[in-house]
């Protein structure tokens, strides 16, 4: 969770969470594993949606300025910026998602960044639009990252609502 990670708003990264995750980057690394960091939070931080009063943009690309300055690693080391957006328009979680992008590239970091949508970020919904009248499809054109290296992320679930919480599978 970005909170125990990152316990006060663009504050430091806490010394125990960040040695713990260096530990385990080190130790995939060093087997030759590719691995992912991705903040599991649904956009949201302390209950509160990036972009809002509570959480401006700016603490979540903070988090992201500190992250990519300690695991700028190149191929082993990919940066997932989200776990399944929800409760957020699809235009509003693509600038949140650029601001990040913009300040991650600041560092000097050339990670791969994943780049989820919003709607739970999920494929089928990927068209579908949200409040502001966009869909991911549609929103993410704008995405722009200096390097080239990002890719969209997606989820699907395949049971009948797409939820991922019936062991019934459909077509």
């Not at 700028?72 to 929800?86: D, I, K, Q, R």
């Not at 601001?99 to 590239?105: L, S, T, W």
């Not at 709607?119 to 009248?133: E, F, V």
Request: proline content about 4%.
């Amino acid at each position: 969770l970005w909170e125990r990670l990152q316990p006060t708003a663009s504050g430091e990264l806490d010394p125990a969470q960040l040695a713990l995750l260096q530990q385990a980057v080190a130790r995939a690394k060093a087997a030759g594993m590719y691995l992912v960091i991705d903040i599991h939070n649904y956009a949201k931080y302390y209950g509160y949606k990036i972009g809002s009063p509570e959480v401006p943009v700016a603490t979540f690309t903070d988090l992201w300025r500190r992250l990519a300055l300690a695991f700028n690693s190149g191929n082993a080391v990919m940066f997932g910026l989200m776990n399944e957006p929800n409760n957020i328009s699809a235009s509003d979680w693509a600038g949140a998602a650029q601001a990040a992008i913009d300040a991650i590239r600041r560092t000097g970091a050339n990670n791969l960044i994943l780049v989820p949508g919003a709607l739970w970020t999920g494929a089928h919904s990927w068209y579908s639009t949200t409040n502001d009248g966009y869909s991911n499809a549609t929103a993410l054109t704008s995405i722009y990252d200096p390097l080239d290296r990002y890719a969209f992320e997606v989820h699907q679930y395949l049971d009948a609502d797409s939820s991922g919480t019936s062991s019934t599978c459909v077509s």
